[in-house]
Every structure is written in C-alpha cells, then in structure tokens.
T-cell receptor
Framework: DAGVIQSPRHEVTEMGQEVTLRCKPISGHNSLFWYRQTMMRGLELLIYFNNNVPIDDSGMPEDRFSAKMPNASFSTLKIQPSEPRDSAVYFC?????????????FGPGTRLTVL | KQEVTQIPAALSVPEGENLVLNCSFTDSAIYNLQWFRQDPGKGLTSLLLIQSSQREQTSGRLNASLDKSSGRSTLYIAASQPGDSATYLCAVRDNYGQNFVFGPGTRLSVLP
C-alpha cells in the first residue's frame, strides 16, 4: 500500500486566496483525521471522519476552514480566505476503526505558507 | 480536557546508551496510547500502540509501557543509534471518541 497520500506537498499563496488540501487515505481504512502542526501549538486535531461522516469538528479554528469527504478514498480541507496565521504543516491520517485495532497512519503533510 | 506532557523536551546522548522518554496524561480514561516518531520536515511514523488493558508493547529495540492509573507511559530505547535521532511524540485516545491528543514531543539527538 502507498500509505496516506497528500497533495500538494508544499503550497505558497497570498493572503485572501482559497487553499485546498487533498488527502487519500489508506485503502480499507474507515476513519480519517486532519491535523495542523505549528511550533507554537504543536499537533492539533482539526476534524475527523468516520465512514465519510464528520464526527467531531470542534478543532476547526474558524468558519474559514471546511472539510469534506465525498467518498472513502478522498478528503479535502479548504481554507477560504487564507490568512498568514494559517501557515503550518497540515497532516492527514487514517485508521481502521474496528474493535481495538485503530492505529493511526500519517501522510507526509502539506506545508502551507500564506504571505 | 485531556492534557499530555512529555519530559524531557530535548535529550542528547552518546551512541549506545539506553534511554527513557516520558509521557504523562491528566485523564486516565483513555482507550489507547500511541508513540510516534517524526523526522525533521517529515510526517509521523507509528512506533507502538498500547491498548488501555495492556501494560507494555515491544518492537525491536523499543519498549513502551503504560500505567493508566497514574497517567504515565514510557518509551524505552535500547542501545541507541544515531539513526534514532528524531522527535518522539505520544498521543492518547480518550474513551469518548477517536480524539487523539498529542504531547509536545521529545527531541532526541544520538551522537556518534
């Protein structure tokens, strides 16, 4: 398996622009997580999906952030409009939530810079 | 609200030493705890997952223990190597959902 795939790996944009981050989870996994990592705040959970349904989005910082999972193999995290303070590394992770087996596997991340 | 701390924040040791990394959490009602490794500019690699009913897990030179009642986990690395240099993070999953709360990490440097 190729693991969790994220694109783009790097994104540089200007303040006010729309940014869309993409994630393909590991095939067969039924849970998907979006995280943000910064030096100041560490790794924070933004939202997670179970069977394509958003379960907890309490970590989404503002209404400018939205996430979708139209099917089991694809998810997007959108920021509109973007701001410099959104600059961070965004990780997607997936797991098979079945019984006690729910180890999370992370993608390589998208490094976002908002100028 | 669950809070996770890790001590020390940074550690530098000579090659060959055995070392212990510590993780503490405030709410003992956890479902499991996972240790990760993160190399600079990279994603997280899962090392070990311990279920709440387990006391320890081992993988090669790594051994992770869990004392749920005291809110602690340790990651033991035997015979450290320069390739072990990375940031090590622990994360706990609570009993109420799939929310993983991460610690700030311990940055490990193993000197040749």
């Amino acid at each position: 398996d190729a693991g969790v795939i994220q694109s783009p790996r790097h994104e540089v944009t200007e303040m006010g622009q729309e940014v869309t981050l993409r994630c393909k989870p590991i095939s067969g996994h039924n849970s998907l997580f979006w995280y943000r990592q910064t030096m100041m705040r560490g790794l924070e959970l933004l939202i997670y999906f179970n069977n394509n349904v958003p379960i907890d989005d309490s970590g989404m910082p503002e209404d400018r952030f939205s996430a979708k999972m139209p099917n089991a193999s694809f998810s997007t995290l959108k920021i509109q409009p973007s701001e410099p303070r959104d600059s961070a590394v965004y990780f997607c992770a997936s797991s098979l939530n079945e019984g006690v087996y729910n180890e999370q596997f992370f993608g390589p991340g998208t490094r976002l810079t908002v100028l | 609200k669950q809070e996770v701390t890790q001590i020390p924040a940074a550690l530098s040791v000579p090659e060959g030493e055995n070392l212990v990394l510590n993780c503490s959490f405030t709410d003992s009602a956890i479902y499991n705890l996972q240790w990760f490794r993160q190399d600079p500019g990279k994603g997280l690699t899962s090392l070990l997952l311990i279920q709440s009913s387990q006391r320890e897990q081992t993988s090669g030179r790594l051994n992770a223990s869990l004392d749920k009642s005291s809110g602690r986990s340790t990651l033991y690395i035997a015979a450290s190597q320069p390739g072990d240099s990375a940031t090590y993070l622990c994360a706990v999953r609570d009993n109420y959902g799939q929310n993983f709360v991460f610690g700030p990490g311990t940055r490990l440097s193993v000197l040749p």
